[in-house]
């Protein structure tokens, strides 16, 4: 009896690191083909306020567009996108909002990265820009949090969330804003870090991951097969 579960045990630890190996090859082709639709879209046009606005409706990963429009900066609120990490620190991603025309949604706009005060009750000093600016640079759109995708905004002036949920934030705000994040290559008087990961995970690290599991797999069943050939030597004598 003992045996038997310990062999139904193995061969489903074996069978678990297998396909945990091929999804994370399947993940792997996932983001090759993701990377390259990335370099295609920033090969296309600029978008316009316009195509801005079909865009964040009808499509579910938007990211890597280039846009080019103008905009009036609003004052208030800053946004401070919590729990973020450049560079090996951990702070805020800081967004303005801009009004394109005062019928259609704002849009958010990073400002860029800035480091959290030891302090938790206390917020970052925010640059912020003024009046009417010439925005060009890349959408995105982040993925959601799968353990939590509320809100959770705890300050007002800045405004610090927990994560982009454009339907609660445009509920907290009052008025709606489009969804989906804009990357200006540059601002005047702003000069934040702003980094480029469209892609959390790179398929090479899928694939490294990838050959760590079929290793663990390949390494058990050898175990395997080396613990039942000594079970059988030592019977034989």
């Known amino acids: 009896m003992i045996r038997a579960i310990f062999v139904l045990l193995t061969l489903g630890i074996f069978v678990l690191m297998v396909k945990l190996g091929f999804w994370q090859l399947s993940r792997a082709e996932e983001k090759t083909q993701w990377q390259a639709q990335l370099e295609s879209r920033m090969k296309e046009r600029p978008l316009g306020f316009s195509e801005l606005l079909?865009?964040?409706?009808?499509?579910?990963?938007?990211?890597?567009?280039?846009?080019?429009?103008?905009?009036s900066a609003l004052a208030e609120p800053l946004i401070l996108l919590d729990n973020q990490v450049v560079d090996g620190r951990v702070g805020y991603l800081a967004y303005q909002l801009f009004e394109v025309t005062q019928s259609g949604p704002r849009i958010l706009v990073e400002l860029g990265f800035v480091p959290a005060p030891r302090q938790r009750s206390q917020l970052p000093q925010v640059p912020s820009v003024q009046g009417e600016v010439l925005l060009q640079g890349k959408v995105y759109r982040k993925e959601a949090n799968p353990l939590s995708h509320k809100l959770l905004a705890d300050t007002h002036s800045p405004l610090r969330i927990q994560n982009l949920n454009f339907d609660e934030l445009n509920e907290h705000l009052g008025f709606p804003v489009m969804a989906l994040a804009l990357q200006?290559?540059?601002?005047?008087?702003?000069?934040?870090?702003?980094?480029?990961?469209?892609?959390?995970m790179p398929p090479e690290k899928h694939m490294g991951y990838a050959v760590q599991w079929f290793s663990m797999?390949?390494?058990?069943?050898?175990?395997?097969?080396?613990?039942?050939?000594?079970?059988?030597?030592?019977?034989?004598?």
Do not use: C, M
Request: proline share 9%; charged share 20%; hydrophobic share 45%.
């Open 54 to 71: 079909i865009l964040a409706e009808n499509d579910d990963n938007p990211s890597g567009y280039r846009f080019q429009l103008s905009a």
């Open 217 to 237: 797999a390949t390494a058990l069943f050898l175990l395997s097969v080396f613990f039942v050939l000594r079970q059988r030597y030592r019977k034989a004598n």
């Open 184 to 200: 200006p290559d540059n601002l005047a008087g702003v000069s934040l870090p702003r980094s480029w990961h469209p892609i959390p």
